[in-house]
């Protein structure tokens, strides 16, 4: 199909949708056949709401979450196999690795935003990774921010400057530093929900923390807080496909049978255009650890989609996989 066709078939699409939406009449969702077709589709949406070198929830001369959703998006195309990024798509991702690099802070870390935001230790651990994921050198400077940040109950702050320690925070940090101390990780096993409240979060959710914790090296969490996870896990169900697809990943990390289920559920909710519905909010967070009044909306879904890819990704890796839950510490 030639670029020229699959943007007709996009402009068609949108103006049925319309037409639809006018009528009250909701289209059937064309439901794709194997992971690998949902991947593909995912990687043609995701790259088309690429801008300016970034990705962003806002208007992309404002650059307000640029930082943070550029550095989780590179972090999660990390994950998919190799032989779905073409060359096309392996340029835009080092143009992107490029930009991440460019904005660094004369500190040497990252903010929320763009050029001359703040930088703080949730968005500078997240960078990190992004680089790491796909073999960029992390400078030492960065390193440093991150754990100036570290509070005395084994919890990372937002900023060097603030006072509270927050879990979401603390769970990438250890990732983006690649070690995890007796402090930190009772810390993490007491805070693992991330919807307490006033808690100082980018992300309210129920299994965010959860599937960042999953995302560590083998062997690096301790028995103790792999069992927590599986605990809420089992507990607690998904609401938007933002959280099946955090959900998803701790299942199949956790190797519990239930992601056959789920995996095959997150696949049918994709939409036409190859996105996932978002159903994310993202919020700064001040210096004295309260969320501001203006947070942003995962509207376009980039989230949910670079997420559920990877989740996606995850089940193709292991295919015919038996999945048991009596060692639940024994993750992929």
């Given at each position: 199909?030639?670029?020229?066709?699959?943007?007709?078939?996009?402009?068609?699409?949108?103006?049925?949708?319309?037409?639809?939406?006018?009528?009250?009449?909701?289209?059937?969702?064309?439901?794709?056949?194997?992971?690998?077709?949902?991947?593909?589709?995912?990687?043609?949406?995701?790259?088309?709401?690429?801008?300016?070198?970034?990705?962003?929830?806002?208007?992309?001369?404002?650059?307000?979450?640029?930082?943070?959703?550029?550095?989780?998006?590179?972090?999660?195309?990390?994950?998919?196999?190799?032989?779905?990024?073409?060359?096309?798509?392996?340029?835009?991702?080092?143009?992107?690795?490029?930009?991440?690099?460019e904005i660094r802070t004369p500190?040497?870390?990252?903010?929320?935003?763009?050029?001359?935001?703040?930088?703080?230790?949730?968005?500078?651990?997240?960078?990190?990774?992004?680089?790491?994921?796909?073999?960029?050198?992390?400078?030492?400077?960065?390193?440093?921010?991150?754990?100036?940040?570290?509070?005395?109950?084994?919890?990372?702050?937002?900023?060097?400057?603030?006072?509270?320690?927050?879990?979401?925070?603390?769970?990438?940090?250890?990732?983006?530093?690649?070690?995890?101390?007796?402090?930190?990780?009772?810390?993490?096993?007491?805070?693992?929900?991330?919807?307490?409240?006033?808690?100082?979060?980018?992300?309210?959710?129920?299994?965010?923390?959860?599937?960042?914790?999953?995302?560590?090296?083998?062997?690096?969490?301790?028995?103790?807080?792999?069992?927590?996870?599986?605990?809420?896990?089992?507990?607690?169900?998904?609401?938007?496909?933002?959280?099946?697809?955090?959900?998803?990943?701790?299942?199949?990390?956790?190797?519990?049978?239930?992601?056959?289920?789920?995996?095959?559920?997150?696949?049918?909710?994709?939409?036409?255009?190859?996105?996932?519905?978002?159903?994310?909010?993202?919020?700064?967070?001040?210096?004295?650890g309260a969320g501001q009044s203006?947070?942003?909306?995962?509207?376009?879904?980039?989230?949910?989609?670079?997420?559920?890819?990877?989740?996606?990704?995850?089940?193709?890796?292991?295919?015919?996989?038996y999945f048991g839950s009596d060692?639940?510490?024994?993750?992929?």
């Amino acid at each position: 199909m030639t670029d020229q066709q699959s943007e007709l078939d996009r402009q068609i699409l949108r103006s049925d949708q319309q037409v639809a939406t006018a009528l009250g009449i909701v289209l059937p969702v064309r439901q794709r056949s194997s992971n690998s077709d949902a991947i593909a589709a995912g990687l043609q949406f995701l790259f088309s709401r690429r801008k300016q070198r970034h990705w962003s929830f806002c208007n992309p001369t404002s650059m307000e979450s640029a930082s943070w959703v550029t550095a989780y998006a590179l972090t999660r195309l990390g994950e998919i196999p190799s032989h779905y990024i073409g060359h096309s798509l392996r340029r835009q991702i080092e143009d992107s690795l490029d930009w991440l690099m460019e904005i660094r802070t004369p500190q040497g870390g990252w903010g929320f935003g763009g050029p001359g935001s703040t930088d703080d230790a949730d968005s500078t651990a997240w960078s990190i990774v992004a680089l790491r994921q796909h073999g960029r050198a992390v400078p030492d400077e960065s390193i440093e921010l991150v754990r100036s940040c570290r509070r005395s109950n084994g919890g990372f702050a937002i900023h060097p400057e603030a006072p509270n320690s927050s879990s979401d925070v603390t769970a990438i940090a250890a990732r983006a530093m690649a070690s995890i101390d007796t402090a930190s990780s009772e810390f993490l096993a007491s805070h693992l929900r991330t919807d307490l409240p006033r808690a100082p979060c980018r992300l309210s959710s129920r299994f965010f923390v959860s599937s960042v914790l999953m995302d560590w090296e083998p062997g690096m969490a301790p028995w103790f807080i792999v069992n927590a996870v599986r605990q809420l896990t089992c507990q607690l169900s998904a609401e938007g496909t933002w959280e099946q697809s955090l959900l998803l990943r701790c299942l199949m990390h956790l190797r519990t049978q239930t992601a056959w289920t789920l995996l095959a559920g997150l696949r049918q909710t994709q939409l036409q255009d190859g996105s996932w519905p978002g159903s994310a909010a993202l919020a700064p967070v001040s210096v004295e650890g309260a969320g501001q009044s203006r947070s942003h909306f995962d509207e376009q879904g980039i989230l949910a989609t670079v997420t559920a890819m990877s989740a996606l990704a995850m089940g193709d890796l292991q295919p015919g996989l038996y999945f048991g839950s009596d060692l639940p510490f024994r993750r992929l």
